[in-house]
């Protein structure tokens, strides 16, 4: 991969700060990164995309502002599963039953997995809970649902069902 295509902690810090300004949060509902775009038709393609989408969007990720294409992709590909064939929602959330029981758990995880970015601090904070509580809690979703969420296979796909999981509820 080329260099030019790299993006540093910096520049998302920088575009961090820059979203989190007073006169940008009033002009700018979000801004999503869109890597490699080469043709003009590209552009068009994910602006119409995300604005297609923007409600899922908003309904998965409700406190994100800057995400990458890719995120909005997911969504919109589960989305449209969810619309055309009954079955993507039980494939997709079907090892994740017995934590959808506890609804506790079931927002631990979406936030753990979806708003926090996988930090235990991040989702203590967006939980009003104590770190460890956190820590317990996807302990407790790992023992329930057999899936070890620091596996990265495991992970990804409870990061699909918690997507399908926001845009069924």
């Known amino acids: 991969m080329e260099d030019r ?3 540093d ?3 998302n810090n920088v575009c ?3 979203l989190d300004g007073d006169f940008v949060k009033k002009q700018i509902e979000t801004v999503v990164y869109c890597p490699n775009m080469n043709e003009l038709a590209d552009f068009g393609r994910s602006y119409r995309l995300v604005i297609m989408h923007r ?3 908003r309904k998965v990720f409700p ?3 800057f995400f990458s294409l890719v995120k909005c992709e997911y969504v919109v590909k589960i989305a449209r599963g969810l619309e055309d064939n009954s079955n993507t929602a039980s494939n997709l959330l079907g090892f994740l039953n017995p934590v959808k029981e506890n609804e506790e758990l079931m927002h631990t995880l979406c936030i753990y997995l979806l708003d926090a970015k996988r930090d235990l601090q991040k989702t203590s904070e967006l939980l009003f809970v104590h770190r460890n509580t956190v ?3 996807l ?3 790992s023992e329930i649902s057999g899936c070890n969420l620091l596996s990265y296979d495991e992970c990804f796909a409870c990061y699909l069902a918690c997507i399908a999981y926001r845009l069924i509820n």
Request: charged residues 50%.
């Open 5 to 7: 295509y790299k993006r």
């Open 9 to 11: 902690k910096a520049e």
């Open 16 to 18: 961090n700060e820059w």
């Open 55 to 57: 409600l899922a969007l």
């Open 63 to 65: 406190n994100l502002r």
């Open 135 to 137: 820590r317990h809690r």
């Open 139 to 141: 302990k407790r979703i």
